[in-house]
C-alpha cells in the first residue's frame, strides 16, 4: 500500500487510486481514503510505528 501516490508515491509505478501489478507478481495499490476506509487498520499501523520510533530512541539513550 502506497499511501503517497498523490505527491509522486514511493515506487515508478505506483498510479493514484489504482492497483498495479509488476511483471514479477508485486503489486502496489494506492486508495486515496485508505486511513478513513481502514481506521482501525491505520490507526494499529501509526501506533506500531510510533512504538518502535520510541524504541529505538530508547535503545539510544541507554
Given at each position: 500500500?502506497?499511501?503517497?501516490?498523490?505527491?509522486?508515491?514511493n515506487?515508478?509505478i505506483?498510479?493514484?487510486?489504482?492497483?498495479?501489478?509488476?511483471a514479477?507478481?508485486?503489486?502496489?495499490c494506492?486508495k486515496s481514503?485508505?486511513?478513513?476506509?481502514?481506521?482501525?487498520?491505520?490507526?494499529?499501523?501509526?501506533?506500531?510505528?510510533?512504538a518502535?520510533?520510541?524504541?529505538?530512541?530508547?535503545?539510544?539513550?541507554?
Open positions: 500500500m502506497d499511501l503517497t501516490a498523490s505527491v509522486g508515491g515506487t515508478a505506483t498510479v493514484f487510486n489504482k492497483n498495479v501489478c509488476t514479477n507478481g508485486v503489486w502496489v494506492n481514503n485508505y486511513p478513513s476506509a481502514e481506521a482501525k487498520q491505520a490507526s494499529i499501523a501509526y501506533a506500531k510505528c510510533l518502535e520510533i520510541i524504541k529505538s530512541h530508547v535503545k539510544l539513550l541507554q
